[in-house]
């Protein structure tokens, strides 16, 4: 536990020497590493999201490819296409973006949504089709998609499904005041854009997603983890409420954050702290309640706030 919490400690470092201030954030896409999910992280532009996508992307010795969505971008510059030889009569694979183990999809919701649904094959089964050819993408895989609000213009909404594959969500937000001084007084200081360096390897990168089986999750917690997401199905302001996946994430979340604390074990502590994250993008509400200004996360805490927590043992 101690060597996965000292490199997990040296990614944290890495990337908190240029995104001063989001450590948080910064745990939370440590946390969907261990776990094997993609992140999503949605805030208004200049507030560091491709700067924590690309630090966690180049922190690790793994393959790094970098897709950005325009309006005009191809679903096969996504997953790539084939083209025909006439010196050998054959047809030669051209990769997309997509077939490298860490892929920076930046301002995800500015292309359109038949472009956005090339990934969701790769996100859900770790392969692209290609021409009709099936091909396994490398391991690990992780994309690490950012996003700017809806309301914001030349953005399109992403589909429920392409949502639903997100493992969780990241809001950095604005810094506070003493927060921006640290991030003036570092910016004054640079001649260029700070380098990102490698600091674990594709293997032991790897060993972190394996250590996570190793973790327990007591019958309390999953009872405590359906209740949550039952509790979503029957709420009046809920269109769409959390699916099995939604719940298996939420469990995964939790195990990821016990890992990360030097715990076998899952406490409700974990899943209460994870769940925002995980399951506020997977939720839909009524459009008459989304106009009353409730979101996914004040739903959330109202849900957690009303169910009993069970006793940690």
Same mark, same amino acid.
């Given at each position: 536990?101690?060597?996965? /919490?000292?490199?997990?400690?040296?990614?944290?470092?890495?990337?908190?020497?240029?995104?001063?201030?989001? !450590?948080?954030?910064?745990?939370? +896409?440590?946390?969907?590493?261990?776990? %094997?999910?993609?992140?999503?992280? !949605?805030?208004?532009?200049?507030?560091?999201?491709?700067?924590?996508?690309? %630090?966690?992307?180049?922190?690790? %010795?793994?393959?790094?490819?970098?897709?950005?969505?325009?309006?005009?971008?191809?679903?096969?510059?996504?997953?790539?296409?084939?083209?025909?030889?006439?010196?050998?009569?054959?047809?030669?694979?051209?990769?997309?973006?997509?077939?490298? /183990?860490?892929? =920076?999809?930046?301002?995800?919701?500015?292309?359109?949504?038949?472009?956005?649904?090339?990934?969701?094959?790769?996100? /859900?089964?770790?392969?692209?089709?290609?021409?009709?050819?099936?091909?396994?993408?490398?391991?690990?895989?992780?994309?690490?998609?950012?996003?700017?609000?809806?309301?914001? +213009?030349?953005?399109?909404?992403?589909?429920?499904?392409?949502?639903?594959?997100?493992?969780?969500?990241? #809001?950095?937000?604005?810094?506070?005041?003493?927060?921006?001084?640290?991030?003036?007084? #570092? #910016?004054?200081?640079?001649?260029?854009?700070?380098?990102?360096?490698?600091?674990?390897?594709?293997?032991?990168?790897?060993?972190?997603?394996?250590?996570?089986?190793?973790?327990?999750?007591?019958?309390?917690?999953?009872?405590?983890?359906?209740?949550?997401?039952?509790?979503?199905?029957? #709420?009046?302001?809920? !269109? =769409?409420?959390?699916?099995?996946?939604?719940?298996?994430?939420?469990?995964?979340?939790?195990?990821?954050?016990?890992?990360?604390?030097?715990?076998?074990?899952?406490?409700?502590?974990?899943?209460?702290?994870?769940? !925002?994250?995980?399951?506020?993008?997977?939720?839909?509400?009524?459009?008459?309640? =989304?106009?009353?200004?409730?979101?996914?996360?004040?739903?959330?805490?109202?849900?957690? +706030?009303?169910?009993?927590?069970?006793? +940690?043992?």
């Amino acid at each position: 536990m101690s060597d996965i /919490q000292t490199k997990a400690a040296m990614i944290t470092q890495n990337i908190s020497q240029v995104l001063l201030g989001k !450590e948080k954030a910064i745990d939370l +896409a440590l946390i969907a590493l261990v776990c %094997g999910g993609h992140v999503l992280i !949605e805030d208004a532009p200049g507030l560091g999201k491709t700067t924590l996508a690309t %630090g966690l992307a180049k922190s690790l %010795g793994c393959s790094f490819g970098r897709i950005q969505f325009t309006p005009d971008l191809l679903p096969s510059d996504i997953t790539g296409f084939t083209i025909y030889d006439i010196n050998t009569g054959q047809k030669t694979l051209c990769p997309g973006g997509v077939m490298h /183990q860490v892929v =920076l999809a930046d301002e995800i919701n500015r292309t359109s949504p038949k472009t956005q649904s090339a990934l969701l094959e790769a996100m /859900q089964e770790y392969q692209v089709t290609v021409d009709g050819q099936t091909i396994d993408l490398p391991q690990p895989f992780m994309v690490l998609a950012t996003q700017n609000p809806l309301e914001f +213009a030349g953005t399109y909404p992403l589909p429920e499904a392409q949502l639903d594959r997100f493992f969780m969500r990241i #809001h950095l937000g604005y810094p506070s005041i003493d927060e921006e001084i640290d991030i003036l007084s #570092h #910016h004054q200081l640079l001649n260029k854009e700070a380098e990102f360096s490698t600091v674990i390897s594709v293997n032991e990168v790897l060993q972190l997603q394996q250590a996570i089986h190793e973790i327990t999750v007591s019958l309390a917690v999953k009872q405590y983890i359906s209740k949550i997401a039952a509790a979503t199905r029957q #709420h009046k302001e809920i !269109e =769409l409420p959390i699916s099995p996946r939604g719940s298996i994430a939420l469990m995964r979340a939790a195990m990821g954050r016990a890992l990360l604390n030097g715990r076998t074990y899952v406490l409700p502590d974990d899943v209460q702290d994870m769940a !925002e994250a995980v399951l506020s993008h997977r939720l839909g509400l009524y459009p008459a309640y =989304l106009a009353k200004k409730r979101t996914g996360e004040i739903l959330l805490r109202e849900i957690l +706030a009303a169910l009993p927590v069970p006793a +940690a043992r």
